[in-house]
């Protein structure tokens, strides 16, 4: 059973940092793909960052992307979210999803496994 445990959320001022941390377990870890998303109140589900963990591919969404940066440890099978110069609309739950491909991770990974989310709140 594939399974994806989230960390590392919490709350931080404007121009913080945090790091979230996504383990993972049940599943040969260098042949999927991870993604980090994010959810806030009365929005849709976004993508911001994954990372293909057989070739270390990355991919960052344009709103993150300089302050945002996703690494993977495949010793650790775990997967990173660096964020740094954090501001108040990076408010949201954070979720991690594996899926076989880092297309279908940037796609939504509609069909993948999803954690149960952390939060992160960034007061102004």
């Known amino acids: 059973e594939i399974q994806l445990k989230e960390s590392g959320g919490g709350l931080v001022q404007a121009g913080g940092s945090l790091r979230l941390s996504c383990a993972a377990s049940?599943?040969?870890?260098?042949?999927?793909?991870i993604g980090w998303f994010r959810q806030a109140p009365g929005k849709e589900r976004e993508g911001v960052a994954c990372?293909?963990?057989?070739?270390?591919?990355?991919w960052h969404a344009d709103n993150v992307a300089g302050r945002f940066t996703i690494s993977s440890d495949n010793a650790k099978n775990t997967v990173y979210l660096q964020m740094n110069s954090l501001k108040p609309e990076d408010t949201a739950i954070y979720y991690c999803?594996?899926?076989?491909?880092?297309?279908?991770?940037?796609?939504?990974?509609?069909?993948?496994?999803w954690g149960q989310g952390t939060q992160v709140t960034v007061s102004s």
């Open positions: 999803a594996a899926d076989q491909g880092l297309h279908l991770v940037r796609a939504g990974a509609t069909s993948g496994s």
């Open positions: 049940g599943f040969t870890f260098d042949d999927y793909a």
């Open positions: 990372i293909s963990s057989t070739d270390g591919s990355t």
